[in-house]
């Protein structure tokens, strides 16, 4: 028999050739996740660096090491009390 003349599963070479509408989405979402993630660091680590860090040297005095914790910390509480009001709000 030749390969014309038998029967050919199209319908699972095509699905496993195109990913599907679920898949797509979910790899959108995980890049939006990840673009998010940057720049959330990004702001953190501009926003606290710019009002903590006096003297950029070779390494952190304890001041500015505090500094940047407590900055990063409250930067990351405030980003969720913004998130939680913002996500269980009726819409």
């Given amino acids: 028999m030749d390969p014309f003349s038998s029967p050919s599963p199209l319908g699972s070479s095509s699905e496993q050739a195109a990913p599907s509408a ?3 989405m979910d790899q959108l979402k ?3 996740a990840q673009a998010y993630a ?3 660091f990004e702001t953190i680590r501009s926003k606290c660096f710019a009002k903590c860090i ?5 390494s952190l005095s304890g001041s ?3 500094c940047i914790s407590r ?3 409250r930067y990351i509480e405030a980003t969720g009390i ?3 009001a913002l ?3 009726p819409r």
């Fill in 22 to 24: 679920e898949a797509l």
């Fill in 82 to 84: 913004i998130s939680r």
């Fill in 71 to 73: 900055c990063v910390d």
């Fill in 30 to 32: 995980n890049q939006l």
């Fill in 54 to 58: 006096t003297k950029p040297g070779t």
């Fill in 64 to 66: 500015e090491s505090s």
């Fill in 38 to 40: 940057e720049e959330f």
């Fill in 87 to 89: 996500f269980s709000s």
